[in-house]
């Protein structure tokens, strides 16, 4: 059996997977602002599971600032957690090596292990309370690509330079329409976002230069309303040198970081 632990700002997802990645068992709760809060409820969850007999786990974080080398949490960004030495702590919860990793990227491997028979070079980018960017090339994630997510990432927009994920997220859309992703049916105000992610978007094209580019997170739920859309927009802007990529939504939208659990510590840990 394997674990994988999806911490979010709000919620944390817990799953159980057998060993060729099949969900048995998943739990769900608030995510404490307190550390040792989460801590107890976290290992309160595992308990309840009916098999726990773990091989290996994995992590994904909500976090800016990774000490992977020591398994540390140093700076997140929606949860006033500081510098937590989570690999040590929760490998004592399960009883089993623990593998951690920005939860944007542990998504985007496991997006990337979906498309590996047509895609080498694979763009992330999960669209919800704020944006994450994953760059994985030959499924390995590219720890220098997208820890800071859309929050790091400046551009120029009104008149000032300001992170992307401050006129592009989700937050961002419910602040400017007073809707979330899934009431907004019309085409006007999809084409409006869609011009906000393009602007980041393009930028990390002539980064990474991509083969596909996958959408996720809540926003990224809804890509059927404005994939295409999103495509012209990004056509706009004429990239002589690259190759236009691929375009699509993500095909694991709940779920992504817990496979991305899955495959990282199955790798490490085999």
């Known amino acids: 059996m394997y674990v994988g632990i999806d911490i979010g700002g709000t919620k944390t997802l817990v799953a159980a997977l057998d060993e060729h990645g099949v969900i048995t068992d998943q739990s769900k709760f608030p995510t404490s602002q307190d550390y ?13 599971f009916p098999e726990q ?10 976090a800016t600032v990774l000490d992977r080398e020591h398994g540390r949490g140093v700076r997140f960004a929606n949860l006033s957690w500081k510098n937590v030495p989570i690999q ?18 542990m998504a985007g491997l496991s997006e990337a292990m979906l498309l590996k028979d047509d895609y080498k070079r694979v763009l992330y980018i999960t669209v919800s309370t704020g944006i994450g960017i994953a760059f994985v090339n030959e499924l390995q994630i590219d720890d220098n690509i997208g820890d800071g997510g859309g929050s790091l990432l400046l551009l120029e927009h009104r008149g000032k330079r300001v992170p992307w994920e401050s006129f ?7 602040e400017r329409y007073g809707k979330r ?16 992610l393009a602007e980041g978007i393009v930028e ?24 295409a859309i999103l495509d012209k927009e990004l056509l706009r802007y004429h990239l002589p040198l690259f190759t236009h990529p691929k375009l699509l939504g993500a095909k694991r939208a709940e779920t992504a970081v817990i496979y991305g659990c899955y495959d990282l510590a199955k790798r490490n840990f085999a």
């Open 36 to 48: 040792d809060e989460f801590l107890a409820t976290l290992r309160t969850t595992v308990q309840s």
């Open 53 to 62: 007999d773990f091989r290996a786990g994995g992590i994904g974080l909500p």
């Open 88 to 105: 040590h702590d929760v490998a004592l919860i399960t009883k089993c090596p623990i593998v951690i990793e920005n939860d944007a990227k």
């Open 168 to 174: 592009a997220s989700g937050r961002a859309i419910v």
């Open 181 to 196: 992703a899934a009431d907004i049916t019309d085409s006007e105000t999809w084409t409006t976002i869609c011009r906000d």
């Open 204 to 227: 990390l094209i002539a980064l990474t230069e991509p083969e596909v580019i996958v959408i996720g997170g809540s926003v990224g739920t809804y890509f059927d309303r404005y994939g």
